[in-house]
């Protein structure tokens, strides 16, 4: 106790006793991680076959939106049923002003901006709304996009949607080696801002008002600023996402964003464990990993009407064993613990 005074008294920092000790100790700098996780990404793509670079580049496309919608979702408790609708919107927006200015940084970015103005607007009704009315309201949001794209058919050419010229990847580099380098450049820059996000003020302010906004605002934390701008940060998050499955596809349209897809990003969400960005990353593998395994499991069958609904029913069975056996999702089991458990 003297020690933890004299160090108040001379003004250095003091350790949070009330911290886990392990969690003082195993916390490793988001950059390290990051940096592993670009290593691997760079590693694996020149190890695996072009359809399997093509696989690990929507991973990371994925992983931006499920790690926007972790945070919306498992640390300030809004919940999304619009986020595929926010996805359609920077993919349009990055083929319209891909297709005029043939400048793909740039198009990134204006794509990022209208999906963050998209859900700014969305989060001021958000913040408003509770429960089943803030569902209701996203669920909203996801009809209507496509429905837009329909109605103005000279700009987003109704169902059969927009190709997106692209330059040719630079030098000799294979093209979906150089999708999956820059869907895990934008996956792992999203991650690393979303961490320091949530490690700073900001993130205990999201936690304070998913828990009691009540005490929340007792506290001085302004509700209704924190909400709408969670939906802010997880709109841009969906926004880039959106932007780097059209440039993946090099087209977009909107069958490739149903109501389902939203369905399936707060699917993946839970099984991988909410307000966990690691979780996040279960998710992004579980929204590749399941749709090609009922693909498979249908084309096996032999019946067309099958695969446009074995998805659903695979996610839900994944979600019932999941909720059951880690009901805080995947994040949450310790593989050390069950190895030691059964040895």
């Given at each position: 106790m003297t020690d933890i005074k004299q160090k108040q008294k001379s003004g250095a920092p003091v350790p949070d006793l009330a911290a886990p000790v392990s969690a003082r100790r195993r916390r490793i700098p988001a950059i390290l991680v990051i940096v592993a996780g670009a290593a691997l990404v760079l590693a694996?793509?020149?190890?695996?076959?072009?359809?399997?670079?093509?696989?690990?580049?929507?991973?990371?496309?994925?992983?931006?939106?499920?790690?926007?919608?972790?945070?919306?979702?498992?640390?300030?408790?809004?919940?999304s049923l619009g986020h595929g609708a926010l996805m359609a919107t920077g993919a349009y927006t990055l083929a319209l002003a891909q297709n005029k200015w043939l400048n793909l940084p740039f198009s990134f970015l204006l794509a990022i901006v209208v999906t963050t103005a998209v859900g700014a607007v969305i989060g001021?009704?958000?913040?408003?709304?509770?429960?089943?009315?803030?569902?209701?309201?996203?669920?909203?949001?996801?009809i209507v996009v496509p429905s837009v794209t329909s109605t103005f058919d000279e700009t987003f050419n109704s169902d059969q949607g927009l190709s997106v010229v692209l330059d040719p990847p630079p030098g000799t580099i294979p093209m979906e080696r150089w999708q999956a380098w820059l869907c895990w450049a934008g996956a792992l820059v999203t991650v690393l801002a979303l961490v320091l996000l949530v490690r700073g003020r900001f993130g205990r302010d999201m936690r304070a008002v998913r828990d009691d906004e009540t005490a929340a605002k007792l506290a001085g934390i302004n509700v209704a600023r924190t909400q709408v701008l969670a939906f802010v940060v997880s709109a841009a998050c969906a926004g880039l996402a959106g932007a780097l499955f059209a440039f993946l596809a090099q087209s977009v349209s909107p069958g490739a964003f149903p109501l389902t897809l939203s369905l399936f990003l707060v699917m993946a969400i839970v099984i991988g464990g909410l307000g966990s960005l690691f979780g996040a990353l279960w998710g992004a593998l579980l929204l590749v990993i399941l749709p090609t395994l009922s693909q498979s499991l249908a084309e096996e069958a032999g019946s067309h009407r099958l695969?446009?609904?074995?998805?659903?029913?695979?996610?839900?069975?994944?979600?019932?064993?999941?909720?059951?056996?880690?009901?805080g999702g995947l994040a949450s089991i310790r593989f050390t613990r069950l190895f030691r458990r059964n040895r």
């Open positions: 694996l793509t020149y190890m695996l076959p072009p359809f399997r670079n093509y696989q690990l580049a929507t991973v990371g496309a994925y992983l931006c939106v499920t790690a926007g919608l972790t945070v919306l979702t498992g640390l300030n408790g809004q919940l001021l009704a958000a913040a408003r709304l509770r429960g089943p009315y803030l569902a209701g309201l996203t669920l909203a949001v996801a695969e446009g609904n074995l998805a659903l029913v695979v996610f839900g069975v994944v979600l019932v064993v999941v909720m059951l056996a880690a009901p």
